[in-house]
């Protein structure tokens, strides 16, 4: 199977690479792809670059142009929900864009004519996350995930975003990638750790926990690879 995995920066794909260690790239659209063999698969990794304009982007080129079958995302969140810890796993279940906003038409927030507000990932690969969790003796939680293009530290804004969608966690790609899978019926399963709890001082455990989450939700990733 071809599978891409795909992560917002260099910290979210760096561990993989390491892993893998053995791979070949391609620069494409201002951007770098790498091709690697793992287990029985073939694998193509990138990051997007942060955003949800950059991760469109590169997830369509990842299915596309490099026929990618199965697309993984991994990387880093905000936790909204108090019973997430820095560095715990959160898998969505579905995931919303908590900016795109046309509210003066009468819309609710996150919704625009021709989507739904909320994008669902694929049931059979959130399974699959479920049961590597119990092989592997480590908890992962399912939530709702909200993406918007701006990096939530600050309490008011992250309690009015989960008071509306419910949301676990927020980021600022997820959603976007997921609705691309979605329009192009490739199954897409997105897995964030915790590197923060998205309220005052965000930046600073972001900064201090970012590497070593995104490692934890790396390594999940490749022991998924090795069941697909």
């Known amino acids: 199977m ?22 070949k790239s391609v620069e494409y659209a ?37 026929k990618a ?27 919303v864009q908590y900016d795109l906003d046309i509210t003066a038409f009468g819309h609710p927030l996150g919704y625009v004519p021709g989507n739904e507000i909320f994008v669902k990932t694929d049931e059979k690969l959130n399974a699959l996350a ?13 939530g709702i995930i909200a993406t918007g293009d701006e990096f939530i530290c600050n309490e008011a804004k992250k309690e009015k975003i989960r008071e509306i969608f419910k949301a676990d966690a927020c980021e600022m790609e997820g959603a976007s990638v997921a609705l691309v899978c979605d329009a192009l019926k490739i199954p897409c399963f997105i897995l964030r750790a915790m590197s923060d709890k998205a309220g005052e001082k965000a930046e600073f455990d972001f900064d201090e926990f970012v590497a070593k989450s995104a490692k934890i ?6 022991k998924m690879c090795e069941k697909l």
């Open 217 to 222: 939700s790396a390594d999940f990733i490749l």
């Open 2 to 23: 071809k599978i891409a995995i795909l992560g917002a920066m260099p910290e979210e794909i760096t561990p993989l690479l390491e892993t893998l260690k053995d791979y």
């Open 130 to 142: 479920l049961e590597t969790a119990k092989d592997l003796g480590i908890k992962i939680k399912e």
């Open 69 to 95: 079958q199965t697309l993984l995302f991994t990387g880093v969140a905000g936790a909204f929900n108090k019973d997430l810890e820095i560095g715990d796993l959160l898998y969505a279940s579905k995931l």
């Open 30 to 66: 201002h951007n770098t792809y790498y091709f690697a063999n793992y287990k029985k698969h073939e694998l193509i990794l990138a990051y997007s670059k942060i955003g949800k304009v950059n991760s469109t982007l590169s997830a369509s080129i990842l299915i596309e142009k490099f």
